[in-house]
């Protein structure tokens, strides 16, 4: 009989919180468990990570659990093992991972939910159903992983396959690998998107053994393919991210498809990086952990070059396919050919499409900007027309005829005369996916083609409709951003189009080069995918940009080569550690304030040179929804070193005096 318990809670306090375990409740309670507990003036839920026979404080001084919740522990020592890890690294409370591997659905106290309708049937895909002979290159590659499984020894590698090598395939066959093992596998996608054709291909393979977790599914189906994995009725997870926290009861291997992706980072609480959490996890297991991707991460290669994880290349396309022939447009030249101050569309563009229409093919072109126009700007007088709570530029969206913020959906009519200079001569320049469309319209009337991006996909099971009817050839082109520049497969697309190479290329950031790079080489990989050759077109008004001539050549190698010099030169990634933290408030001399004293805080916890401290200096978006944001970037060639200061100067804290603090361990995102 249980007496006494530890608990953490879902807030950013440290604990763990000791209670008294009331005596009807002492033979039911255990680790892993909900209990609801008094805390300050309210109740909150608290997680069992403890039972005491005894402690050192007086029982007058205790407080008591109010009530269990749980019959059975929802979550197991494995799990509460990784959570401690994800919180001492990414400094967030315990309490909080916990929280990030509970169903969104048994928030608040919940047991369980019943789902009110039936979840949509996978159709699965025929093409996957048996499994298909490995050429001598996939087979050396698989032949790797297989002895790390059969062994049981954890190990980490890099599949560095070009696009349409065959990674997915090794990817199943070292599933059913560890399925003769006993082993549960989880399958990390980067996008939400991708998940309805990778449970269409694993379903094929493995039937009802498959399961799904995303953020897009109801809570009650969430709940049910939660219950059905920790019951041990799926032995195979797919999702994006939060998938990694699956309760499978014997991981054996984790694959991380696209682990370039910056989509395997949370933006939230507890901001943790599936490809770490990943291996934290596998290395818990002893499990195997695959990374693969045709344009691996900076760091991930970098490891692999330095022998941390094992690489393996597939340098070939499956049945000696080849690869798309890329062509490469200067725009400033195509501004001269239409006389056109900004040309959406070039004419060896155009003319590839016309070639599509005849032949009956397909199309996909991609720019990473949603919207009909960038900006709105008066050309007489110069004045922009801004969101008002934040400091970015409105983008014109020709379906609402409307200028909407993307950062706080801000929205407002367009003017009909500049509000500054009362003149008409307001224009609406850039492009985004919207005028893509309008513009391949106007050009080609007769022509099948449906937009991709997160307006578009806003509704529930919009990603799989437009994708289905793709796939079935109800259109001829796809035009979309980021969401269809990897994994997807169709055989009929011929001719990949990149919009604006340069949209990614000029963003403050370090990983600026190495996004434009990846981008244009994943989406060009969606062409020549069946029996015919593809053909890429990028558009760009840089085309002596290395990150540029790389993609063209496919050539990751050079790419890596030249990229890896300059970080090595700048201190940055993958040959130092970084730390984002950001202060948020309405009032910008109050935030420059607290950011100040912090800054000194930090200056003073570090007591070596071993941590460079950058800032404080605003954010490259200094104000978003009416909070000015500045930031201070600590960088290091030690990451423990740079969470011991951030522990000692904040800990938990995450207000002072009104202004908002938010801390970000191996940040992907500094804008």
């Known amino acids: ?69 749980d019959s059975e522990p929802i979550i197991n020592k494995e799990l509460l093992s990784l959570t401690k890890k994800i919180a001492e690294y990414y400094c967030n409370s315990w309490g909080e991972s916990i929280e990030a591997v509970i169903p ?7 047991v369980k939910l019943v789902p009110r309708e039936k979840s949509e049937k996978i159709i699965p895909d025929d093409d996957f159903k048996k499994d298909f002979q490995l050429n001598k290159i996939q087979k050396k590659a698989f032949d790797s992983i297989k002895e790390k499984i059969d062994s049981s020894k954890h190990s980490t590698f890099l599949l560095h396959g070009i696009t349409a090598s065959g990674k997915t395939e090794i990817y199943l066959q ?62 195979i997870v797919i999702g994006p991210r939060s998938a990694i926290f699956a309760p499978v009861k014997n991981l054996g291997l984790v694959i991380i498809d696209e682990e370039h992706e910056l989509t395997y980072k949370q933006e939230d609480v507890p901001r943790y990086d599936a490809r770490k959490v990943a291996k934290m996890r596998a290395e818990i297991n002893n499990a195997v952990l695959v990374l693969g991707s045709a344009t691996p991460s900076l760091e991930s290669y970098y490891k692999a070059k330095k022998g941390v994880y094992e690489l393996l290349h597939l340098p070939e396309r499956i049945r000696k396919r080849d690869l798309p022939e890329v062509q490469i447009i200067d725009m400033k030249d195509e501004i001269r050919k239409q006389r056109s101050h900004n040309p959406v569309l070039s004419i060896a563009l155009q003319e590839e499409l016309k070639k599509i229409i005849d032949n009956k093919k397909q199309a996909i072109l991609f720019l990473n900007r949603k919207g009909f126009a960038t900006y709105v700007h008066c050309i007489k007088c110069g004045y922009e027309e801004r969101c008002e709570k934040c400091n970015i530029a409105l983008t014109y969206h020709s379906g609402k005829n409307k200028l909407i913020c993307h950062y706080c959906n801000f929205q407002k009519d367009v003017p009909e005369v500049c509000p500054r200079c009362k003149s008409s001569y307001l224009r609406k320049h850039g492009k985004g996916t919207e005028k893509v469309v309008s513009d391949i319209k106007k050009i080609f009337p007769e022509i099948r083609v449906v937009r991709m991006d997160t307006e578009a996909t806003a509704k529930r099971g919009a990603h799989k409709q437009i994708l289905d009817k793709f796939k079935k050839h109800e259109y001829d082109v796809l035009v979309g951003t ?87 030169n700048s201190d940055f990634p993958p040959f130092t550690n970084l730390a984002n933290i950001t202060f948020r408030g309405p009032k910008e001399d ?60 904040i800990g938990n804290t995450r207000r002072i005096k009104g202004v908002y603090i938010k801390i970000d361990v191996d940040p992907q995102n500094i804008l």
Not at 1 to 11: A, E, P, Q
Not at 104 to 110: A, D, E, F, H, V
Not at 612 to 632: D, T, W
């Open 1 to 69: 009989m249980t007496k006494y318990l530890n608990v953490v809670v879902g807030l950013p306090v440290d604990g763990p919180f000791t209670y008294m375990v009331p005596e009807q409740y002492r033979d039911i309670v255990s680790v892993g468990k909900r209990v609801w507990v008094p805390f300050g003036r309210r109740n909150e839920i608290g997680y069992i990570i403890e039972l005491l026979e005894e402690v050192k404080i007086p029982d007058e001084k205790l407080k008591s659990i109010k009530k269990v919740i």
């Open 104 to 110: 969104p659905g048994l928030k608040k106290g919940k």
């Open 174 to 235: 070292s599933i059913r690998e560890a399925h003769k093992m006993g082993k549960d596998c989880i399958v990390l996608v980067p996008e939400i998107s991708l998940t309805p054709q990778a449970c269409e291909r694993y379903t094929a393979r493995f039937k009802d053994k498959v399961a799904v977790l995303h953020s897009k599914m109801l809570n009650s189906h969430r709940f049910k393919e939660w219950q059905k994995i920790k019951e041990g009725n799926a032995s």
């Open 482 to 568: 980021q969401m269809i520049a990897k994994g997807l497969d169709f055989p009929k697309v011929t001719l990949v189009g990149v919009i604006s190479a340069d949209t990614s290329l000029n963003l403050p950031d370090f990983r600026a080069a190495e996004r434009t790079f990846s981008l244009i080489t994943q989406v060009a990989g969606r062409a020549g995918r069946g029996d015919k050759k593809g053909k890429v077109i990028i558009q760009t008004y840089n085309p002596e940009h290395f990150s540029i001539i790389a993609s063209r050549k496919h050539n990751y190698e050079e790419f890596y080569n030249k990229e890896i010099k300059i970080r090595k």
């Open 590 to 649: 109050k935030v420059v304030s607290i950011a100040d004293e912090v800054c000194d805080l930090f200056s003073k916890n570090i007591k070596s040179k071993k941590i460079e401290i950058l800032g404080p200096a605003p954010s490259a978006i200094s104000k978003v929804k009416n909070k000015y944001r500045y930031n201070i970037i600590l960088n290091s060639k030690n990451v423990n070193d740079i969470i011991k200061v951030i522990k000692k100067t």
